[in-house]
């Protein structure tokens, strides 16, 4: 699935996205990340959903988004309520999806000025 976007002045963009890769302003990342509009945490810990810890929440809460897309790779998965406590204790949404659909709508909300974060689940 490819994406296009002229304006890269707002911060990442992700420009594709296949099973194994995400495309990021021109570069490949083939591990789970971290992606905001102006930074990008590599090498996130889970590799999977099942590998998902709260620990990896209180992360994300420390970033203070607005909001979270939680990309779950192809299969689009719910994380246990407990997981998403750090998050839920400081008023953080939390939207879960399939990788590909988080990108899709990380690009939308990122694109409109808002403080998203995309958790990316990046599987093959």
Known sequence: MKFTQDDQSQGYV????DNG???INGKDYHDSLILLPRQIIEHWRPDSFDTLAREDFSEIATLQPELLL???GATHLFPHPSLLQPLAALGIGVESMTTAAACRT?????SEGRRVAAALLITN
């Open 106 to 110: 990380y690009n939308i909300l990122m």
């Open 14 to 17: 992700i420009h594709a996205y």
């Open 70 to 72: 939680l990309g779950t």
């Open 21 to 23: 890769r995400v495309n």
